[in-house]
């Protein structure tokens, strides 16, 4: 299935590797183009995350992306992390079916809790999404997306740091070698080509891109319509709404966003 990238997006190529003899899944690939569309991205909306959130962010990003790429190609995975240290609640989102990669961080209206907590949603084509949650008790993202694998898929997985922005994710299949991928260190992967059995499969290439339009932004704010248009816009001409997914912002105008409902009353 050949997806094209955005025209105005970085593509990201990952490669996916069956280790013989060890069964386990190995991802892999260079994430510099998709950090550098993210920071356009940032540029764009005018946003400039602290240090720490934005490497949590690009984690989260790298997680989610080669997560997917482990997957199905008919499957999207969704994402929702919160932290309690930092407080920060993470949405990112990889789908195979368009290539599509985005996320976000939220710091404002953060609930405070005992544990921080993993949602993870998983979707097939047109199926119902299927739901699970976990606690979580690292900082970390990777760590963190780790215990999802442990304690939700039940099976081992690890990430490792192969060079600047280049990673490497490996995951235990059926009669995986266990210990070994539980003994794994940066210097043992860095040289896995040399000391086991690497089978390519598969390459998959995704891009930064949330999909969001006026349109999208018209159908989240058409249920709260049902309730009057001047509870939503107040007498104002125009409201200011922002993409969940990506945090790009929109002017949603009342005229053009009546004329859209009544086109859509009349389909």
């Known amino acids: 299935m050949d997806v094209p990238p955005a025209e105005a997006a970085s593509q990201l190529d990952l490669k996916c590797y069956f280790v013989r003899h060890r069964n386990a899944l190995l991802v892999r690939g ?23 959130l934005d ?16 997957r199905p190609w008919n499957e999207r995975h969704a994402w929702t992390v919160n932290f309690q240290h ?34 993870a949603q998983a979707q097939k084509h047109l199926d119902p999404p299927r739901m699970s949650a976990i606690e979580i008790d690292s900082s970390n993202f990777f760590q963190a997306v780790e215990q999802f694998y442990q304690r939700s898929e039940q099976r081992v997985a690890r990430f490792f740091e192969y060079g600047a922005d280049d990673y ?39 891009h930064w891109e949330c999909g969001c339009n006026q349109e999208r932004i018209y159908q989240v704010l058409a249920p709260h319509a049902r309730h009057g248009m001047e509870d939503l816009f107040g007498g104002d001409e125009f409201i200011k709404v922002t993409c969940p997914r990506c945090g790009k912002l929109y002017r949603t105008h009342r005229e053009q966003f009546e004329a859209w409902l009544e086109d859509v009353a009349n389909q």
């Not at 920060?88 to 907590?117: I, L, M, P, W």
């Open 30 to 52: 260079d994430f510099s183009g998709l950090f550098m569309d993210y920071y356009i991205h940032l540029m764009d909306i005018g946003v400039k995350h602290p240090p720490e």
């Open 55 to 70: 490497r949590m962010l690009k984690e989260a990003l790298v997680g989610v992306t080669m997560h997917c790429a482990s």
């Open 86 to 119: 930092p407080l920060a609640n993470f949405f990112v989102t990889a789908d195979n079916t368009n290539a599509f990669v985005t996320g976000r961080v939220f710091t404002e209206d953060v609930r405070q809790a005992e544990h921080s907590v993993f949602y």
């Open 168 to 206: 490497v994710f490996i995951s235990a299949q059926p009669q995986c070698d266990v210990a070994w991928l539980e003994s794994l260190t940066d210097e043992a992967v860095r040289a896995l080509d040399k000391n086991e059995e690497l089978s390519l499969l598969e390459q998959r290439a995704y």
